[in-house]
């Protein structure tokens, strides 16, 4: 099985830029694709960014097209979350997933979670 641990929330102010980091342990072999979710007070659980284990494939949510960039270091067993301009919405805590199945987006597909960091953005 495999765990994934989440770093690199922090405050900051609107317009500024953070790197989170999701470091990948155990059975990451298994794992076709990996995700970033974000949840927000009061709102489910959405969809931000997601890399297949290759990296060769991405996918975004429109909120974060053109300011996220997702990436992965499989050498390290990382995958990382550049968020540039950052906007006082994009407040939440910040999750890493892991899934068997494949890239996605539904929450559903992917099986292990981390705890999770939190982001705030200040406006």
């Known amino acids: 099985q495999v765990q994934v641990a989440e770093s690199g929330g922090g405050l900051v102010q609107a317009g500024d830029s953070l790197r989170l980091s999701c470091a990948t342990s155990g059975r990451t072999d298994s794992t076709k694709a990996m995700g970033w979710f974000r949840q927000a007070p009061g709102k489910e659980r959405e969809f931000v960014a997601a890399i297949t284990r290759s990296g060769d494939v991405t996918s975004y949510a429109d909120s974060a097209k053109g300011r996220f960039t997702i990436s992965r270091d499989n050498a390290k067993n990382t995958v990382n979350l550049e968020m540039n301009s950052l906007k006082p919405e994009d407040t939440g805590v910040y999750y890493c997933?892991?899934?068997?199945?494949?890239?996605?987006?539904?929450?559903?597909?992917?099986?292990?979670w981390g705890q999770g960091t939190q982001v705030t953005v200040s406006s």
């Open positions: 997933a892991a899934s068997r199945r494949g890239l996605g987006t539904a929450a559903i597909i992917y099986e292990t």
